[in-house]
Structures are given as C-alpha cells and as structure tokens.
C-alpha cells in the first residue's frame, strides 16, 4: 500500500480516537498521520526515511531535550542534543533493520506507544498506536 493511503486510514482511525478523548488538536493530527507512515522508516526509498534525518533531529528534540536541559544549560543541551541525534542516525545507517522487519513488529509498536504515553497522555497514545498499528495490518493485504 502508498503512503497517501497509509495516511489516510491512519488519520481517519486517529482522528475519531483522538475526538474520543478529547484530545484533537494540530499537533496531534500531524503526530497520527506521522504514525501512520513510520513503520517504512526501514525503507530506503519510502517518504518518512527521506525525512529521516529531519525526523531524529525533531524527535530528539521533542523527547530528549527536556530531560537533557534540567542536568545541563541551554546551550550544553542544544550540542549534546545534536551529538545524540548524531549518535542515533549513525548507529540506525549501522544497523539498517531489513524492509517490514522490526519497524513493522507490535513489539516496536508497544515501545513507541509508551514513549508517547509517557510525552503525550493516554489520547494521543492510543491514536498514534492505532494508527502504526494501522499500517502493519494494511501492509498485509
Ligand atoms: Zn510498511
């Protein structure tokens, strides 16, 4: 199946659980429909690897940095912050998991549920995991 697709039934099944908790807003719409597309992250060649390097920066960012800037200051944090998405990238080109392996696990849906559990509260958890989760089961047909 295509990304446009994927999007689409991601957003579809995300927005109506995110209207479910009351939790719809711009920046969970985009987190859904980002959801929806990351399984193919091991995907050489798939939309959200082309954002790869984009997407570490602002995961780490968005995860990292508030953990990282109450150990350290500001501008510590923005360079350790850059070194561990440098870390992260290196370590994943190292590794290159093979296409529909381990990005397309409910394991690795499970892990990135909780991050976002943890960062986002019980909505937009539910949603983005229903949205991955989306895409692993249309990726079997
Ligand atoms: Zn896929």
Redesign the pocket.
Same mark, same amino acid.
């Given at each position: 199946?295509n990304y446009p697709e994927?999007i689409a039934v991601g957003l579809v099944l995300g927005i109506a659980i995110l209207f479910f908790f009351n939790s719809l807003n711009l920046f969970s719409v985009v987190f859904v429909g980002l959801c929806s597309i990351l399984?193919?992250i091991d995907?050489p060649k798939?939309k959200v690897s082309q954002l790869l390097y984009f997407l570490v920066f602002a995961l780490s960012f968005i995860f990292i940095e508030p953990i990282i800037q109450k150990y350290f200051a500001f501008s510590i944090s923005i360079v350790l912050n850059l070194l561990f998405s440098a870390t992260i990238i290196i370590l994943w080109l190292a590794v290159k998991p093979r %296409?529909?392996g381990v990005t %397309?696990s409910l394991l690795f849906a499970v892990a990135f549920a909780i991050l976002a559990f943890y960062f986002y509260g019980l909505g937009i958890c539910i949603a983005g995991l229903a949205s991955y989760l989306s %895409?692993?089961v249309l990726?079997k047909f």
């Open positions: 199946m994927h399984p193919d995907h798939s %296409h529909r %397309h %895409h692993i990726d």
